[in-house]
């Protein structure tokens, strides 16, 4: 049984950092892609990084969404089967529940279809 456990997650103000982190278990890890999204609010959960596993063409390549460009930074540790995506610089804007994802096809990446397994989200609340 594929499981993945975000943590990490609460309540900072505007310019702070937060590292959260996502454990997978019941998989090949360094094969999968790795994602994170999130969702604000009111609104559609979002594309904000990947990492690309062994399973594709090369592994260890990230996109980021435009927002979070420069800010964020996500990385993985496959001895841990851990994905790690370091905020800094958070805005009010950053506020949403973020979710953690599993890809075994490493493409289209931004994309919500490509992935797997989900975890079930931590919550990051950025106040001004």
């Known amino acids: 049984q594929v499981q993945l456990v975000e943590s990490g997650g609460g309540l900072v103000h505007d310019g702070d950092s937060l590292r959260l982190s996502c454990v997978a278990s019941g998989l090949t890890f360094s094969s999968y892609g790795m994602g994170w999204f999130r969702q604000a609010p009111g609104k559609e959960r979002e594309f904000v990084a990947t990492?690309?596993?062994?399973?594709?063409?090369?592994?260890?390549?990230?996109i980021y969404a435009d927002s979070v460009k420069g800010r964020f930074t996500i990385s993985r540790d496959n001895a841990k089967n851990t994905v790690i995506l370091q905020m800094n610089s958070l805005r009010p804007d950053d506020t949403a529940v973020y979710y953690c994802a599993a890809s075994a096809r490493n493409n289209y990446l931004r994309f919500q279809y490509a992935y797997n397994y989900w975890g079930q989200g931590t919550q990051v609340t950025v106040s001004s």
């Open positions: 990492i690309t596993g062994s399973g594709g063409i090369s592994a260890g390549i990230t």
